[in-house]
């Protein structure tokens, strides 16, 4: 490969990275075709952009991008496929319902909001983690849980204080 294909996968890489909240590094090596056809379709399927990448270019594109990520330099080893989301916990779902019929594909590092998780024994919290659109519909909840609770009980005080005001009427009237 020339020296300019390469600078232009790399500068491809660096835009990537830099405009991506959420990368995983995996290794898929070892799947057949048919399998690794099915994993790229549930990628698209689920909006996930896969990509085989050699080591050395994605080493150069993580370096060149504007993030910190020189702990994700170790796992660049054998092979390695970066999958782009921009829900956090969507490839790692995809993993673990993959996995569920395969052997692969192992989870190597992930960036994920921020933060920087290696290793395959934080798939199962990764896949846990809410996306910030799950966040912010709880926050709405709990702010309208004790809203609604007050509202109810002005309803139905002011049914009461009704009630009381025309039995106070009648009794009025009558006498």
């Not at 057949?32 to 996930?48: G, M, P, V």
Request: proline residues 2%; aromatic residues 6%; glycine residues 4%.
């Amino acid at each position: 490969m020339k020296r300019e294909d390469k600078n232009i996968i790399i500068d491809d890489l660096t835009k990537q990275i830099n405009n991506s909240n959420h990368f995983y590094l995996t290794d898929i090596s070892e799947l057949n075709a048919t399998d690794t056809s099915n994993l790229r379709r549930k990628c698209f399927e689920k909006d996930i952009k896969l990509i085989v990448v050699k080591n050395t270019l994605l080493k150069r594109a993580l370096e060149n991008s504007e993030g910190e990520f020189g702990d994700l330099y170790p796992v660049l080893k054998n092979s390695t496929s970066i999958m782009f989301s921009d829900t956090g916990n969507l490839p790692a779902k995809l993993i673990k319902e993959f996995r569920k019929d395969h052997d692969k594909p192992l989870l190597k590092a992930a960036f994920v909001e921020e933060s920087i998780y290696i290793g395959e024994q934080y798939l199962d919290t990764l896949s846990e983690i809410k996306s910030k659109n799950q966040l912010i519909g709880e926050l709405i909840l709990l702010l309208q849980s004790p809203m609604k609770n007050v509202l109810s009980a002005l309803q139905s005080g002011g049914n009461n204080l009704t009630g009381v005001l025309k039995t106070l009427a009648e009794n009025v009237k009558e006498k």
